[in-house]
């Protein structure tokens, strides 16, 4: 099959012709449907998430089954499924308190005895990414990674569901309780903020404030439910967020990963108020926050992983979101590309130019 491997960190990803094993107990083949291209595969180029080259990126898919391998029950071939980076064990102590998306198995890949997954041409292994890597025409996953849907959900947008529809939706559903009427802010209009966007307004929330430095981005995000934009470009975000909410928001859901606009989303967030950090800040890199500021105005900072999902029970619910026209993803979609062209959809991704792109498979 044809995949676009990451030989080293900071270069184009390469396309190859790489072999795929076939499914061990527990596994399933997939072909691959589609593969939305997220910005936590590019931070991985980047460098900023540690996975060692060589490797396979791609964690936002949609496919359907061709193979299943020994004891597998949950699916057969033909199923259309959705796969998801946050496989859970089901007997660790989050996985039994109701929080598999912090199972401390999640990452553990095949045992070594069954080779690896993925093998370059010349036999030598090449890593999978979270036990997906959909940047390939095929996917070996544990059935713990997959979950089934609705045939007629179109497999282009069910693969939004797998990685930045799940994370920001559920940022906003799950992660916090936004009580109806509260005045919410996201910063980033990316995938993941204009899903954290439509959580807010399928909860109810009042004000909703979208920030970006993209202004083409604000007639998405108004048809997604924003109340008011902000371009951040153009004068101080966190004084117009102050200006708006007389005094900041209730809930701001930081939806880029940057170490100045972390410190601009706690700076937004108004007394009693929490700051959701969804965007990866590089590991390298550290925040500067006064702490006198939470303490004096119950302020609250909370991470969001993953939308704090429970994805077997979460994403057919998103499903019939779509469905029943609550949640938009048509509209979420810049362009639909092949695989070839995956190095110039991650460029456009870091310039800004694109509100989700999906590598659609023949
Ligand atoms: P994206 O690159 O599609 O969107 C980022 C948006 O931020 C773009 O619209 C930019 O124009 C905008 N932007 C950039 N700089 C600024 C600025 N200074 N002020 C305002 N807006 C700005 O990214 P994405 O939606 O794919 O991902 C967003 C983050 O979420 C990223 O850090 C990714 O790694 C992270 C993520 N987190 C999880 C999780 O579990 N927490 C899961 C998936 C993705
Ligand atoms: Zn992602």
Not at 12 to 32: C, F, H, M, N
Not at 136 to 152: G, W
Request: with cysteine; net charge negative.
């Amino acid at each position: 099959m044809r995949a676009a491997v990451m030989r080293a960190n900071d270069a184009p990803l390469t396309i190859e012709d790489v072999k795929i094993d076939s499914p061990g107990p527990g596994e399933v083949l997939l072909e691959t449907a589609a593969s939305g291209i997220c910005h936590s595969d590019l931070t991985v180029i980047e460098g900023g998430l540690p996975f060692p080259p060589p490797c396979i990126l791609g964690h936002e898919p949609s496919g359907i089954v061709e193979e299943v391998g020994a004891g597998v029950t949950d699916f057969a071939p033909g199923d259309h499924v959705i796969g998801c980076i946050n496989r859970w064990c089901g007997v660790c102590r989050f996985c039994t308190e109701g929080r598999p998306y912090l199972c401390e198995t999640a990452y553990l890949g095949r045992p070594e005895d069954q080779g690896p997954r993925l093998t370059a041409a010349d036999g030598s292994p090449i890593a999978q990414f979270a036990n997906l890597s959909s940047f390939a025409e095929k996917m070996l996953c544990p059935e713990r990674s997959l979950v089934k849907i609705r045939d007629d959900m179109p497999l282009d947008r069910a693969a939004l569901i797998g990685c930045g529809v799940t994370t920001g939706l559920g940022a906003a559903l799950h992660t916090v309780n936004i009580r109806a009427g509260s005045s919410v802010v996201i910063i980033g209009l990316g995938g993941v903020g204009l899903s954290a966007l439509q959580g807010a307004r399928i909860v109810g929330a009042g004000q909703i404030i979208a920030v970006d430095t993209q202004e083409w981005k604000f007639e998405t995000a108004k048809l997604m439910g924003a109340t008011h934009c902000v371009d951040a470009s153009d004068g101080d975000p966190v004084a117009a967020v102050h200006e708006l909410t007389g005094g900041g928001a209730d809930f701001v859901f930081e939806c880029i990963g940057l170490v100045p606009t972390v410190e601009q989303a706690v700076a937004m967030t108004g007394r009693g108020g929490t700051s959701v950090l969804v965007g990866v800040v590089p590991i390298t890199q550290t925040v500067a926050i006064s702490a006198a500021d939470l303490t004096l105005q119950e302020k609250k900072i909370t991470g969001s992983l993953m939308g704090s999902n429970r994805f077997r029970f979460d994403m057919p619910k998103y499903v019939e979101f779509y469905l029943d026209g609550r949640l938009k993803l048509d509209e979420m979609i810049s362009a639909r590309v092949k695989l070839d062209d995956v190095n110039d959809a991650l460029d456009k991704m870091k310039k800004g130019e694109v509100a989700r792109q999906v590598i659609v498979y023949d």
